[in-house]
């Protein structure tokens, strides 16, 4: 009877349909079983849920041809525009900096 509550609960959960106290309830449960067990129900939980595409040969050979035949190196590297607003903010910046290094010799 535990199995299928914990079942129920993990479908549940896994579907969004979980209200507060049903999470709190597998959170006990799980807490209670041991390792194995807990395994064991997952297991059982993706078995229900596995799903398996069958390819037919020509179908996965042409696949392995696609990823095969992309080049190795389609990466570019991209150069970052520089504006004039870049230009201005750096020669601002510079001329703080030269008026805080001023004052502090002055000083």
């Known amino acids: 009877m535990k199995t299928d509550r914990i079942q129920y609960l993990l479908e549940n959960y896994l579907s969004q349909n979980c209200s507060l106290d049903e999470k709190k309830e597998l959170n006990m449960l799980i807490n209670l079983l041991e ?3 807990l395994k064991a129900e997952l297991r059982a939980l993706c078995n229900n849920y ?3 595409m069958i390819l037919s040969d020509k179908d996965s050979q042409d696949i392995l041809k696609n990823i095969l035949s992309e080049k190795k ?3 570019r590297t991209l150069r970052k525009k520089t504006t004039w607003s870049v230009y201005l903010r ?3 910046v510079a001329a703080s900096l030269l008026l805080l290094v ?3 010799i002055y000083i």
Do not use: K
């Open 73 to 75: 190196n389609q990466h």
């Open 35 to 37: 390792v194995e067990d």
């Open 50 to 52: 596995r799903t398996e």
């Open 102 to 104: 001023s004052v502090g």
């Open 90 to 92: 750096t020669i601002s």
